[in-house]
């Protein structure tokens, strides 16, 4: 008993063939067109955060300066308010032998 190959070919067998490849095909299309659609999104998303890193990064920066300046603004106003009520580092003419710091009693 011996194995035999017909070769005879249908239309039937080719539109089949033909109709199971192009559903493959437009299988691994969308598959890879969906993949690489969220890959650019992903990309463009990275790209944004980075963006806002630096945005928000410069942002801090510049409120700590505002915090910093806040806190030395704070400091003169007191300095100025003891300097009013008689009270601070006053320095007079040397022959008067006032230097240092004043105190009311």
Known sequence: MGLTFEWT???GDILT????????A???????GKEAGDQMTLRALSKEFG?????FKA???TLQKI???ET???LLMKWYDELRHGEGFIQG???ANVDGMYKRD
């Open 93 to 95: 003419p040397r022959r």
């Open 17 to 24: 063939m033909g109709g199971a490849i192009m559903v493959a």
């Open 9 to 11: 070919v249908k239309l």
């Open 72 to 74: 030395k603004i704070e």
């Open 67 to 69: 915090a910093v300046q």
């Open 26 to 32: 437009a299988f691994l299309y969308n598959r890879g």
């Open 51 to 55: 963006k806002m890193q630096t945005e």
């Open 59 to 61: 942002f801090s920066e």
